[in-house]
C-alpha cells in the first residue's frame, strides 16, 4: 500500500511539475492583451433589448433549449416530462413530445429540421423523428454510466453526448452505437458545443476545465483552466478560433485556440451567481449569459464590459440560445416560461 | 446549478443575492416614516395589527419604484411567493390579490435567508405542535411526511415531542391575537420551505452534484500515467503568440466585419420578423430565391465556408467552375462531405462512386491530387471509413480556396449578381398599435391540463398556485 501510494505521490509530482512548464510555456507567448487589440473599439454602449415574446405551456421547470437551423422553431424540455417545439415567429406549439422519464436535462435539433434529441437523469439519450404523424422514438442511446447533460447533433447519422459520467461520445444512428468515447475530464461533463467546421468539439465539466476534442482521433488536443468551479456552459466564438465558457464561479471566460490560454475575463463584483448557460450574437460581439441570479447578463466580448441586463424571469435562467439568423436571443428559466428578446 | 450549500459555499451565494435584494424593498416597505400604512385587519373576531391589503402593496410599490401596475404586481407576486409577505385569507395560496385581500409582513426571524436550510428537525416540531393542536387533524400531505419523518429520525422522537409541547404551552400564555400571527407566520414559513405537492417549490435547487470528483474517476498510477502523457503532447504544442492572435483579423475585425450580419446589434432589413411581425427577411433569404439580398452575396466574399455554407453560393461557384472546366473539384468536395456526414451503411458504396468517378485513373471527372495523399488515400479505400477521404478532401479544398475562390470573387459572375443584388427597403413599423395581430399561444398538441390564458397580469398569478400534479418538483 505505502509503496503505492509513494508511487502515485511520485507521477503527481512529476504532473504537477509539467502543468507548471504549460503555463510557463503559455505566459511566454502572453505579449498582447483582447484589452489593447480591442483598445481602439468603439464601445457597444448600453444594449436594451425588449422582451417580445412570453412563450407559456410548459408546468414545471425548464431545463433546455435549442433552435432549429431555420431560426424559426425551436424546441424546449422541462421537467413537466414534454418536450415542445415551438414556431417562435406565431407563439404557436407545434408538436409535443411526451418523455418516458421526465428528469430531462438537455435538449437538441437536428440540422435537417427531422429530429430532435434529449436526455437527462434517465443516462439515455432518447432520439425522436417528429415529422412523423406522431413522435415516434427512433433510437435509445444507452451506454452512459452517468446523467446526460447535453447532446447535439451532427448530422442525421451521428450525435455527441456529454454525461455525468465524466465522458462525452459519439454516436452512430443508425445502428445506436458508441463511435467514440472521449474519456480525459474527470469531473461531470456539463456542457459541449460543435465547432463551426465541425472536425472539432469543445466539453466544460465540473473539474472546472475545457477541453478541445478532435472528432476523427478521439483524443483530447487542449484543455484549458483557470476557472475554480464546475463550468456549466461553452460555446465557440463564430470564428471557432476562440471559446467562451460560463462557470458556477460567477464568472465567464474567453480562451484563444491558438494561443492556447485565456485572453479575457467577463466577472463583476456586484454579480454573486452563477452562469448556467451562454449564447453569442452572430457578429460574437455580445455574449449572453444566463445566471442563477434569474437574469441573463449581456458582456461586450471584445471589452469585458457588462452592457446590459433581461430581466424579467422569476427563476434562474437555465438555457440561453440565438437562432442562426441572429434576430435575438431566447431564454428559458425555471419559472417555465421562454422569453424572447432583441 | 451546483447545489451543494455547504461544500463550496455555492448555494448561499447563488440565491442569496435574490434575496437581499427582497429585503431591501420589505425594510423600505416598513420604513416608519416612507413606507407602507398599516391598519388592523379583522380575521373573523380577532384584529390582527399591522396588516395592509394587496392594493396598497402594489399601490406603494408603483410610487416607490415608479414602476407600471403590471411590474408592481409581478414584484409584489414574487414578494409573496418568496415568503417575505404572506397572505391571511387563503394562506396556500401564495399569490399578490391586487384588492383588499389582507396581507403581513413575514417576521425577520423566519426570512427563509435566515433560517436556510429549514431543518428536518424543525419541521417535525412543527408538524408535531400542529398534531397535538389539531388533534391528528393534519392535511394528508403533512400526515405523510410526518410518519416519514418519525421513521427517520425516530432516535430524537421524544426530543421533538418535548419541544412541541413546550412550544404549545409556551404559546398559550400569549395574548390570542399575538398567537395567531405566530401560527400565520409560521405556517407561512413551512408553506415555502415544505410545499405541498402540486404547489411549486420556490427554493427548489434543481440536481445535487457529487462534493469531489474523485468519486468519478480513480486518480490511481495509471490515471497520472495517462496524465503525464497528455502533459508532455501538451507542452509540445505550438503555440502562437497572443499579440498575433488577438489583433488583426481575428476577432476584432470578424465583429466589425459581420456587425452588419448581426441583426441584435445593428438591426435587420426590411425588418426583424420578431419585432415587426412581418416575414419579409425570411422570405427575400430563403434557400431559392430568383435574386439574393446584397448582405447574402456580399457574405459569401467573407470566406470560402462562407461561400459554400450558402446552397446559393455554392451554385453560383460550380457555374463559374462549370466555365473553367474545374467543376470536378467541388463535385468532389460535395461527395466527400456526403460520405463524412452520411449514414454509415452506406459509406462503403459512396466510396466507390467516388473512385470510379474521380480517382481512377482516365475517370470521367478526374481531380488533381499530389501523388502522395493520392498513394494514401488509394490504399486507404481498400478499408473504407467515414474519415478516409479527408486527406483527399482538404487537398481539394485548399485548391479551390486559394486558386477558385478568390478568382470568382473577382468575376463578373459574381459582380454582377452583387450589382444585382437586392437591398431591401426598411419597412416602417405598423402607426397603429392596435392593428398588430394579437398572438396567442396555441393549446398544446397533446393537451391534458387547462392553461391559463396568456397575456393578461393574471396569467401569472393563476398559473402559479399550481393545481397539476406534474410539477412534482418539490424535496
Known amino acids: 500500500m505505502a509503496a503505492e501510494k509513494a508511487e502515485i505521490d511520485a507521477l503527481k509530482k512529476e504532473c504537477d511539475g509539467l502543468r507548471t512548464k504549460i503555463e510557463a510555456a503559455r505566459k511566454a507567448v502572453n505579449d498582447g492583451s483582447m484589452s489593447a487589440a480591442a483598445g481602439g473599439v468603439a464601445s457597444v454602449g448600453r444594449v436594451q433589448l425588449k422582451n417580445r415574446k412570453t412563450l407559456k405551456g410548459h408546468l ?125 475530464h474527470i469531473g461531470d461533463c456539463m456542457s459541449l458545443a460543435l465547432s463551426p467546421d465541425q472536425n472539432t468539439f469543445i466539453s466544460g465539466a465540473c473539474d472546472s476545465l475545457a477541453k478541445l476534442w478532435d472528432l476523427r482521433e478521439g483524443t483530447c488536443k487542449q484543455t484549458f483552466s483557470g476557472h475554480t468551479s464546475d463550468i456549466n456552459a461553452i460555446a465557440f466564438f463564430p470564428n471557432g478560433h476562440a471559446i467562451v465558457t460560463g462557470s458556477d464561479d460567477c464568472s465567464c471566460k474567453m480562451y484563444d485556440l491558438r494561443s492556447d490560454q485565456e485572453v479575457i475575463g467577463y466577472q463583476d463584483s456586484s454579480l454573486n451567481a452563477g452562469v448556467t448557460s451562454l449564447a453569442l450574437s452572430n457578429s460574437g460581439r455580445l455574449i449572453f449569459a444566463g445566471y442563477d441570479d434569474f437574469n441573463c447578463h449581456i458582456w461586450d466580448t471584445l471589452k469585458g464590459e457588462k452592457v446590459g441586463v433581461l430581466s424579467g424571469h422569476d427563476n434562474r435562467v437555465s438555457c440561453t440560445g440565438v437562432p442562426e439568423d441572429g434576430m435575438g436571443v431566447c ?12 | 446549478m451546483t447545489i451543494n450549500t455547504l461544500a463550496k459555499g455555492g448555494w448561499n451565494r447563488e440565491q442569496m443575492s435574490c434575496f437581499r435584494k427582497m429585503e431591501k424593498v420589505i425594510v423600505s416597505m416598513q420604513d416608519p416614516d416612507m413606507g407602507m400604512k398599516m391598519r388592523n385587519q379583522r380575521l373573523l373576531i380577532t384584529v390582527i395589527p399591522h396588516a395592509m391589503t394587496g392594493r396598497d402593496i402594489i399601490d406603494w410599490l408603483i410610487q416607490k419604484y415608479n414602476i407600471c401596475d403590471e411590474e408592481a404586481l409581478h414584484v409584489g407576486g414574487m414578494l409573496v411567493r418568496y415568503g417575505y409577505i404572506y397572505p391571511l385569507k387563503e394562506p396556500r395560496s401564495l399569490v399578490l390579490r391586487p384588492d383588499e385581500s389582507p396581507y403581513r409582513f ?86 415555502i420551505n415544505r410545499p405541498p405537492s402540486g404547489m411549486r417549490n ?18 490511481n498510477s495509471d490515471y497520472y500515467k495517462n496524465e503525464i502523457e497528455n502533459c508532455k503532447r501538451a507542452l509540445g504544442r505550438n ?61 459569401w466574399s467573407f470566406s470560402f465556408m462562407e461561400l459554400l455554407n450558402d446552397s446559393m453560393g455554392k451554385r453560383e461557384f460550380m457555374t463559374y ?81 486559394k486558386d477558385s475562390y478568390p478568382r470568382y470573387l473577382k468575376s463578373d459572375l459574381y459582380k454582377n449578381l452583387l450589382a444585382k443584388a437586392i437591398v431591401p427597403q426598411e419597412s416602417k413599423k405598423s402607426v397603429f398599435p392596435f392593428m398588430r395581430r394579437q398572438r396567442h399561444a396555441s393549446p398544446s398538441p397533446a393537451q391534458v391540463v387547462t392553461q391559463a390564458t396568456e397575456e393578461d397580469g393574471h396569467a401569472k398569478g393563476a398559473g402559479e398556485a399550481g393545481t397539476n400534479s406534474a410539477a412534482g418538483s418539490h424535496a
Not at chain 1, 431564454?331 to 432583441?342: A, Q, V
Not at chain 2, 420556490?202 to 486518480?219: A, C, H, I, K, W
Request: charged share 25%; net charge neutral.
Open chain 1, 60 to 184: 414545471a421547470k425548464i431545463y433546455s433549449l435549442h433552435w432549429a437551423a431555420d431560426s424559426r422553431q425551436m424546441v424546449s424540455a422541462s421537467q413537466d416530462g414534454k418536450l415542445l417545439i415551438w414556431d417562435c415567429f406565431t407563439g404557436n406549439k407545434l408538436v409535443a413530445v411526451p418523455l418516458k422519464s421526465a428528469w430531462v436535462m438537455s435538449v437538441a435539433f437536428a440540422p435537417s429540421g427531422n429530429l430532435v434529441a434529449s436526455g437527462g437523469l434517465d443516462n439515455m439519450c432518447t432520439v425522436y423523428n417528429i415529422k412523423a404523424a406522431s413522435p415516434k422514438t427512433l433510437r435509445e442511446l444507452d451506454a452512459h454510466t452517468g446523467y446526460l447533460s447535453c447532446c447535439r447533433f451532427l448530422s442525421d447519422s451521428e450525435i455527441l453526448t456529454a454525461s455525468g459520467d465524466t465522458t462525452c461520445c459519439l454516436w452512430d444512428l443508425e445502428t445506436g452505437k458508441q463511435k467514440t468515447v472521449f474519456t480525459n
Open chain 1, 331 to 342: 431564454t428559458g428559466s425555471w419559472d417555465s416560461f421562454l422569453k424572447l428578446w432583441n
Open chain 2, 106 to 191: 413575514q417576521t425577520p426571524y423566519f426570512w427563509t435567508s435566515t433560517r436556510w436550510p429549514a431543518s428536518e428537525l424543525d419541521y417535525a416540531i412543527y408538524l408535531a405542535k400542529k398534531n397535538i393542536r389539531k388533534q391528528g387533524e393534519l392535511m394528508e400531505y403533512e400526515k405523510e411526511r410526518y410518519s416519514v419523518l418519525n421513521k427517520r429520525i425516530n432516535h430524537t422522537w421524544d426530543f421533538v415531542v418535548m419541544q412541541a409541547r413546550e412550544q404549545l404551552r409556551a404559546s398559550k400564555q400569549r395574548r390570542k391575537a399575538d398567537r395567531i400571527v405566530l401560527e400565520c407566520q409560521e405556517q407561512a414559513y413551512w408553506l
Open chain 2, 202 to 219: 420556490m427554493l427548489d435547487m434543481g440536481l445535487e452534484r457529487p462534493n469531489t470528483f474523485s468519486s468519478r474517476v480513480t486518480l
Open chain 2, 239 to 299: 503555440r502562437v503568440k497572443s499579440s498575433i492572435c488577438l489583433e488583426g483579423y481575428v476577432f476584432v475585425k470578424y465583429s466589425e466585419q459581420y456587425l452588419n450580419h448581426d441583426p441584435i446589434m445593428q438591426g435587420c432589413l426590411p425588418s426583424n420578423p420578431w419585432i415587426s411581425d412581418d416575414t419579409a427577411h425570411w422570405t427575400m433569404n430563403a434557400e431559392v430565391v430568383p435574386t439574393p439580398t446584397r448582405l447574402r452575396v456580399e457574405r
Open chain 2, 321 to 401: 467552375l462549370e466555365k473553367e472546366f474545374s467543376a470536378e473539384n467541388l463535385c468532389f468536395w460535395q461527395a466527400c462531405e456526403d460520405i463524412r456526414h452520411g449514414e454509415s451503411s452506406r459509406i462503403i458504396q459512396k466510396v466507390e462512386e467516388i473512385y470510379k468517378n474521380f480517382l481512377a485513373p482516365g475517370a470521367a471527372r478526374w481531380v488533381n491530387i499530389d501523388s502522395k495523399t493520392m498513394d494514401k488515400t488509394l490504399t486507404g479505400i481498400r478499408h473504407p471509413h467515414r474519415f478516409v477521404m479527408d486527406d483527399a478532401q482538404m487537398h481539394i479544398y485548399f485548391l479551390m480556396k
